[in-house]
């Protein structure tokens, strides 16, 4: 069971989100919150898996609640829901820590597979928002230089080979259909990627990687 914290200041929205999660056998929605300074009080005494958290709200927005969650040695998986599409939204949400950014129109499905994908380790972030993370990180970025290769020189030939292709958006499906693998030994090299790279998750991997210009020209390595 995938435990859930729903964050959102307006009620009617909260109710809808906490309707959709609620109907899943495996989710269950510990608690509510509508605003970041009740959610972040609630995770500590809930523990949820994941919460989802709206950007704009009053008191304390949901990117500063953003950092705080993540910050917490048992940190939540955190998917950030709003209705700006915007790329300082985006980046900032993702630097602050969230694994997940969906716009509010998105589907039902999507919210859902958000959730379960994140609870599970993996990053979900809407289509345009992807494509214009990696163009963005793309224009522009320096070739991998000596801190490249200090920051790498840990990783195994096949971790470095993950590293890049997580970082260019493959799931852990897609990893394993590429590398002609089983899932499993990929989950197995991803947490060593991420842990020999000392990155919480698949999301700050993906954007050391573009720091480090191991991944660029439209995501494919540099």
Do not use: C
């Not at 709200?57 to 209705?83: K, Y």
């Not at 494509?131 to 990180?137: D, E, H, K």
């Amino acid at each position: 069971m995938i435990r859930v914290l729903v964050v959102e200041d307006q009620p009617v929205l909260r109710a809808g989100f906490v309707a959709i999660l609620e109907a899943e056998p495996d989710l269950s929605v510990v608690g509510q919150a509508g605003d970041g300074a009740t959610a972040v009080e609630l995770a500590a005494s809930l523990a949820p898996d994941v919460v989802v958290v709206d950007i704009r709200m009053p008191g304390m927005d949901g990117l500063t609640a953003t950092r705080l969650l993540t910050a917490r040695p048992d940190a939540p998986a955190v998917v950030v829901l709003t209705t700006f599409d915007l790329d300082a939204y985006v980046y900032e949400a993702l630097r602050a820590g969230a694994a997940g950014y969906l716009l509010k129109d998105a589907e039902p499905e999507e919210l859902l597979a958000a959730v379960r994908l994140v609870a599970g380790g993996e990053a979900m972030l809407a289509p345009t928002v992807t494509r214009r993370l990696i163009a963005t990180f793309a224009d522009g970025g320096p070739p991998p230089g000596p801190e490249a290769e200090a920051t790498l020189a840990g990783l195994t030939s096949r971790e470095r080979e993950v590293f890049v292709l997580l970082a260019s958006g493959l799931s852990n499906a897609e990893l394993a259909e590429q590398l002609g693998v089983g899932v499993g030994t990929v989950k197995t090299h991803v947490n060593a990627v991420l842990t020999k790279l000392g990155v919480r998750d698949r999301v700050r991997a993906t954007i050391l990687a573009y720091d480090l210009g191991v991944v660029r020209a439209k995501g494919r390595p540099g």
